[in-house]
């Protein structure tokens, strides 16, 4: 079992940018993709970005162009940068960790990200 930790969420206005992070308890990017999703008000959980082992990365469409995951590996943390936020952004975002020899997944408590003026 790993814990994941995410920080950096909280209110910012349309159009700013946050950038969450997510720090595992050991290490684990070599054996586990991550990603992060996030579930909105009244809305199911959604996948918004992936890093695989070897670095690969994708995108849920909404957040092409404006989000960018990215992971430091001594650190064992995983990063969400966000930019041009606007209010269909809001939502809790949790760190999920998927070993892919077990397929275990681990997820974060999550943070809560709020766009509004």
């Known amino acids: 079992q790993v814990q994941l930790v995410e920080s950096g969420g909280g209110l910012v206005q349309p159009g700013g940018s946050l950038r969450l992070s997510c720090a595992a308890s050991?290490?684990?990017?070599?054996?586990?993709?991550m990603a992060w999703y996030r579930q909105g008000p009244g809305k199911q959980r959604e996948l918004v970005a992936r890093?695989?082992?070897?670095?690969?990365?994708n995108y849920a469409d909404s957040v092409k162009g404006r989000f960018t995951i990215s992971r430091d590996n001594a650190k064992n943390t995983v990063y969400l940068q966000m930019n041009s936020l606007n209010p269909e952004d809001t939502a809790v975002y949790y760190c999920?960790?998927?070993?892919?020899?077990?397929?275990?997944?681990?997820w974060g408590q999550g943070t809560q990200v709020t766009v509004s003026s």
């Open positions: 999920n960790a998927l070993n892919i020899v077990t397929l275990r997944e681990d």
């Open positions: 050991r290490s684990i990017f070599t054996t586990n993709s």
């Open positions: 890093i695989a082992r070897g670095g690969n990365t």
